[in-house]
């Protein structure tokens, strides 16, 4: 029973090294699976709008499992490897990741809360391996860091309100009747134009709107900070630990300390 026991134990932490290898290890493999999820998740995303526009059928609802079964898999391996599994479990993207979890498994209730795995995307650009890892394959990722992270936040925001207004109006407001009118609403209203054309009745529409106005707008004025400040280059100072600096600079602003920023062979 005792040598049983200690080959099973052996056996589960095999499988979270391997585990742990895969989303944590700066090693080609995890660099390809972690690259592979980040592209997974775009495609979900694709999949859940474009399946607005046509009538649900078997076709549909069997690719509703195997993403479901698949996103399960993925949130079971990465709960398994956790440190600090209350604390991941207790986390918001946690949340949506179970409801896209259990909308994807119950395809007679349909996508319900599937717009939920944009947010694990923007979780997934912020993921510090990740980040390192772009950071170092591409120059252009280097150079515009900010303003691409504030595109994704700004991008996602939009995708998950128009999700919420699809799926809270589609049934009950002849005003909404697929994704791209949800869309055109929630652009209008983000960006305080208000055609009227489109309106969300009730109070929960009304809530609705006043969280994409104040939201949406803080999103969209930190995207405009992030293209009108000027380019900075990460580089951590050796002596007082400042991050970004001037592309071109020589002496680091905050202590004077000499830096030696390696160039990427760009002007």
Same mark, same amino acid.
């Given at each position: ?58 076709? +549909?609802?069997?690719?509703?499992? $195997? ?142 709107? $006043? $969280?994409?106005?104040?939201?949406? +707008? ?50």
């Amino acid at each position: 029973m005792a040598k049983k026991d200690t080959e099973a134990n052996g056996r589960l932490a095999a499988l979270k090294a391997f585990l742990r290898g895969l989303y944590e290890a700066d090693t080609p493999a995890g660099y390809r699976f972690r690259y592979f999820l980040l592209a997974f998740d775009i495609g979900t995303l694709f999949f859940i709008v474009g399946t607005t526009f046509i009538n649900r059928n078997d076709i +549909v609802e069997f690719f509703d499992v $195997v993403i479901g079964v698949f996103i399960l898999a993925d949130f079971a391996s990465r709960i398994f490897i956790s440190r600090h599994r209350l604390r991941d479990l207790a986390h918001f993207s946690t949340l949506a990741d179970i409801a896209a979890i259990g909308s994807f498994l119950a395809p007679v209730v349909g996508e319900s809360f599937g717009f939920l795995r944009a947010l694990r995307t923007i979780r997934m650009l912020r993921t510090y391996h990740l980040l390192r890892q772009l950071r170092a394959d591409s120059v252009y990722f280097r150079r515009h860091e900010e303003i691409i992270l504030a595109v994704s936040n700004l991008a996602v925001f939009i995708f998950v309100m128009t999700g919420v207004i699809y799926e809270t109006q589609h049934y009950g407001n002849p005003q909404i009747v697929n994704y791209a009118d949800a869309l055109y609403f929630t652009v209008t209203a983000l960006t305080t134009t208000g055609f009227g054309d489109i309106t969300l009745p009730g109070t929960l529409g009304r809530m609705i709107t $006043v $969280v994409i106005m104040i939201f949406g +707008v803080t999103l969209f004025f930190n995207l405009a900070r992030a293209l009108i400040s000027p380019l900075k280059v990460r580089f951590s100072c050796p002596d007082c630990g400042l991050q970004r600096h001037d592309i071109d600079a020589v002496h680091c602003k905050a202590c004077g300390k000499l830096l030696n920023i390696p160039d990427d062979g760009q002007s």
